[in-house]
T-cell receptor
């Protein structure tokens, strides 16, 4: 059974700092990995999708990497802003492409 | 609509009552997923639809939970004889097809509180 772990559980940084969020998974036989953000009381907003054959994806200030062999993915956020404050979730895509999620990292960016 | 919609946004019910939660996927998306998000368990997969069929129901926690999808579009998740431990946010997601190259898009969720 796939297990996904996200470290740290919470992170507080000053505005402008670059930061890395970590996601690890136990079963490397994944089809894809998707990063989301969730604002309080809201649904999930898709940020980046990395297919299993890919190593990384970039969108604006966000860069996500995937290393299947080591069971790890990272989300790099450059020049963080207060609007980046949210919970970040990673989901690994398994059979039928259903996602197994970590418990998330709560990010606070202080002005 | 432009995104996945869910209704109701909030539902308060009494223990033992039945509830129905609705999901409208993005138009043209053939794959539909239900997840549950609770404080203690995080986000958990419940059921997957491809068209109107549900090839994967492995996440449904008990036989009180059922779901259907009609016309390859709208889906309804039904919880019978609700229990307090059913209190959670129920999230629906859709994707173009069940494929590795497509991502899942989530609705805003239905917040269920069982008293």
């Amino acid at each position: 059974k796939q297990e996904v772990t996200q470290i740290p559980a919470a992170l507080s940084v000053p505005e402008g700092e670059n930061l890395v969020l970590n996601c690890s998974f136990t079963d490397s036989a994944i089809y894809n990995l998707q990063w989301f953000r969730q604002d309080p009381g809201k649904g999930l907003t898709s940020l980046l999708l990395i297919q299993s054959s890919q190593r990384e994806q970039t969108s604006g200030r966000l860069n996500a990497s995937l290393d299947k062999s080591s069971g790890r993915s990272t989300l790099y956020i450059a020049a963080s802003q207060p609007g980046d404050s949210a919970t970040y979730l990673c989901g690994s895509g398994g059979s039928n492409y259903k996602l197994t999620f970590g418990k998330g990292t709560l990010l606070t960016v202080n002005p | 609509g432009a995104g996945v919609s869910q209704s109701p946004s909030n539902k308060v019910t009494e223990k033992g009552k039945d509830v129905e939660l609705r999901c409208d996927p993005i138009s043209g998306h053939t794959a539909l997923y239900w997840y549950r998000q609770s404080l203690g368990q995080g986000l958990e997969f419940l059921i997957y639809f491809q068209g109107n069929s549900a090839p994967d129901k492995s996440g449904l926690p008990s036989d009180r939970f059922s779901a259907e999808r009609t016309g390859g579009s709208v889906s309804t998740l039904t919880i019978q004889r609700t229990q307090q431990e059913d209190s959670a946010v129920y999230l629906c997601a859709s994707s173009l097809a069940g494929g590795a190259q497509v991502g899942q898009y989530f609705g805003p969720g239905t917040r269920l509180l069982v008293l």
